[in-house]
């Protein structure tokens, strides 16, 4: 018995879905989610404690574009 192999995905920066960097939309099209949940969720990140500020930037360096 095989298991079907899941089609490879690859977290990368939205080129369609952005408002900035991409990161959030880029996020929200790999865990197939709505990005306006992701952005939520990273305003508040941002507004508690200012971490979501620097993991946002950290991503937006990090992660390539398509």
Known sequence: MTTPERPYRRLTL???DKMIGGVCGGIAAYFNVDPT???LIAVVLALVGGGGIIAYLLAWLIMPKP
């Open 14 to 16: 939205s080129t369609t």
């Open 37 to 39: 949940l992701i952005r």
